[in-house]
């Protein structure tokens, strides 16, 4: 069965999900959508907004001329979503999609369907009109709400993983709660999407011969998939992260702790974010240290290559970095002066 717009399934495995046979780690997909530019979603306003009057002249003239206008704009809309992440990998009926009114309008018993607000033919096409006046602006909250929930929630905890999000996720589903007790407006908060759900077998799209129980879950808003797929991520230890080298998201899957992604950086041919970050990390380090930082680093390299040479045994290099780092400590509380910390670092 071929999917749509406003109707589509994708299949979870365990840790992974698969689109149109493709394969991608909880948490892909959402963080796509948070690298889209943003100029998309503007274009896109302009786009339905130009359909919507020609949908209603359509329907006020029906003729011929009338639904080809009407299926021109419809398709401009057709040309970025079926772009879009999630919808490109998808299997869609793209021809009926993209003759949807010359269709209808062959058919003047589905046509008559369609004009009658009493009909389910009238219902599915309403919906279909409202879904994509809404779309932009759906993508647009999801990212604001998990744009602002990485930043301030996620961004500031020190350890990676499935229980770290859940203990800042709790915070900020409290915080969310909260706010909506006192701003008479605001609803419950919570987090809950319809979705239909089956279990099936399926072949392993990269695995030849191996089967595969998959949940298979019928969507019908985009939207809807997205934070299914952020919030199965986090279950899974994966989550969004913003590089702080180029700005861009990123996923940072289980078992990982970095700041910045394996993308070529900004200006550079073969160096990535993360090579470079690192780089620029040790010098902005080393610019902003303290002497007794400078020189607690010298004492420390200095031990380390004699220790790599044999000189001391490991026990030695253990309790000299010991001592080194109380040095340290005592020179940052004024109990040390820099030359009186230098002379003894030196005689490590």
Known sequence: M????????????????????????????????LNLDSAVLTELD??????????????????????????????????????????????LDKWSAYNLF????????????????????HQMFRRLMDGLEYFPESLRNFRGQVMGMLEFYFEPIKRRGADAYATAYAQYFSDMRAAGAILPDMNDFEQSFPVQVKFVPVKHPAESGKVILAEQAEFTYLSH???????RGLTAGNAPRRCHNCGRYF????????????????????????????????????????????????????????KQRGKISA??????????????????????????????????
């Open 225 to 231: 998939f997205l934070y299914t797929d952020f919030y």
């Open 46 to 91: 302009q786009r339905v907004g130009a359909l919507m009057p020609a949908v209603k002249n359509l329907f006020g003239e029906k003729t011929d001329s009338a639904a080809r206008s009407a299926q021109e704009h419809l398709n401009a809309v057709w040309d970025l979503i079926f772009d879009l992440p999630v919808y490109r990998n998808l299997k």
């Open 315 to 348: 026990d030695d290099w253990n309790t000299a970095v010991a001592k080194a780092q109380d040095l340290k400590e005592q020179s940052e509380r004024g109990e040390l002066s820099d030359e009186e910390l230098r002379r003894q670092l030196e005689a490590l």
């Open 251 to 306: 996923l940072l899957t289980e078992g990982y702790n970095t700041c910045y992604c394996n993308n070529i950086a900004p200006g550079e041919t073969e160096r990535t974010c993360r090579k470079v970050g690192a780089h620029r990390k040790e010098a902005k380090e080393r610019a902003s240290a303290t002497p007794a930082q400078r020189e607690y680093a010298k004492a420390y390299n200095r031990l380390k290559m004699r």
């Open 102 to 121: 010359p269709i209808l309008f062959a058919d003047q018993e589905k046509l008559a369907a369609a004009l009658d607000e009493r009909s389910e033919a």
């Open 2 to 33: 071929a999917d749509h717009f406003d109707c589509f399934s994708v299949l979870f495995g365990q840790g992974e999900l698969y689109i149109g046979g493709e394969s991608f780690p909880l948490g892909q997909c959402a963080t796509d959508i």
